[in-house]
């Protein structure tokens, strides 16, 4: 497999580090409340630290985060894939970054929370300084089978181990329409709030094949639209089984709401392999990849999931072509 690397989005020569700087701190660097002049200079390159030149950038600075107080500042980068953006602001600069053949990249910096970065002589310093910004590359796009967690699904029956089928995003017969079991999964619950909700429960999800299986996984940070890896690792070996856990309770004393959980987060995502065919000795032959963004999640009002089932056999690849859902052709516009 080519190995695909993937740059820090945020190699700049003044922001060395980020961190969550307190007011103290930020009084002493005169950024607290600061309104100044801003330079920063965002380089886009593509994943492999290639330079982009004719980046389209969308980008404004503001004085107090309203819309009234904002100053737009649009342009192209340039052959060194650079485009200055100047004004007068708090600190915040929000911009979005997209070209033909890439991923979009929409972030919104604030200065102030960067060790490096001060206000001095009316201008946030390094006046100047350079945010890199990483565009990643529509290498190997598929059309897949693609289920948005707004198309809500059945609840699976407690204590009883359900399959799903990622192909047509369903439950297995006799529960849903679903003919090929990917996975099982067992929700437990175990506790209701006192508005009769899940105030605490277990969900499970279990794979059966020999080379089947899941992997958790970190999303690449820094705003771009595709955010997980461009192919599974066919060579790993994936786990057997992943339990998430959800609790909900209301503190007496205080009346206030603590949620204890480990379900899957915003910034991660779940890796499958799933219908492993093996050879007589053993071997793993053929497999589908898929993956899982959240929320992965049980409610009341139904299960909610989010699934990406490439159909192609032994093709790895988690890069959805977002032109195109299997699933339904008309519903267009969900993440890569």
């Known amino acids: 497999m080519k190995k695909i690397t993937i740059l820090s989005l945020w190699l700049a020569m003044a ?73 007068r602001g708090n600190g915040e600069l929000g911009y979005t970054c997209s070209k033909d053949g890439f991923y979009r990249t929409q972030e919104t910096k604030h200065l102030q929370n960067f060790l490096d970065v001060f206000v001095k002589d009316g201008r946030w310093q390094p006046y100047g300084m350079t945010n890199t910004v990483v565009l ?18 059945a609840l699976p029956k407690q204590d009883e181990w359900t399959g799903f089928d990622l192909e047509c995003a369903d439950w297995t017969a006799p529960q849903g329409k679903g003919k090929r079991e990917d996975f099982k999964v067992l929700f437990r619950l175990e506790a209701t709030n006192e508005l009769g909700g ?12 020999p080379f089947d299986g899941v992997c958790l996984m970190k999303k690449d940070s820094g705003g771009s639209a595709f955010r997980a890896m461009y192919e599974a690792d066919t060579n790993r070996i994936y786990d057997s089984e992943i ?28 890796v499958l392999r799933v219908r492993s065919v093996t050879d007589k000795d053993g071997r793993l032959v053929k497999a589908n990849y898929a993956k899982l963004y959240a929320p992965l999640f049980a409610a009341k009002y139904g299960f909610l999931i ?31």
Not at 136 to 150: E, F, I, S
Not at 246 to 258: A, C, G, I
Not at 306 to 335: C, M, V, W
């Open 136 to 153: 990643k590359r529509k290498l190997n796009p598929v059309a897949m089978a693609v289920h948005r967690d707004t198309n809500r699904l």
């Open 198 to 209: 899940f105030g605490k429960y277990a969900l499970t999800l279990r794979f059966t094949k």
């Open 15 to 87: 922001f060395t580090g980020l961190a969550e700087v307190n007011i103290q701190e930020r009084k002493l660097r005169g950024t607290y409340h600061a309104i100044a002049e801003m330079k920063v200079v965002l380089r886009c390159v593509d994943q492999n630290g290639l330079a982009l030149t004719g980046v389209v950038v969308d980008s404004g600075v503001t004085l107090d985060g309203n819309p009234e107080t904002t100053t737009q500042i649009n342009g192209k980068t340039d052959t060194n894939g650079c485009f200055a953006v100047e004004g």
């Open 243 to 270: 339990t998430f856990t959800h609790e909900r309770k209301t503190e007496s004393d205080r009346n206030k709401v603590v949620v204890q959980d480990r379900l899957l987060n915003a910034d991660e995502y779940l």
């Open 306 to 336: 989010s699934s990406y089932f490439n159909p192609e056999i032994n093709n790895p690849s988690l890069e959805a072509d977002t032109t195109k859902n299997l699933l339904n052709p008309r519903d267009l516009g969900f993440s890569p």
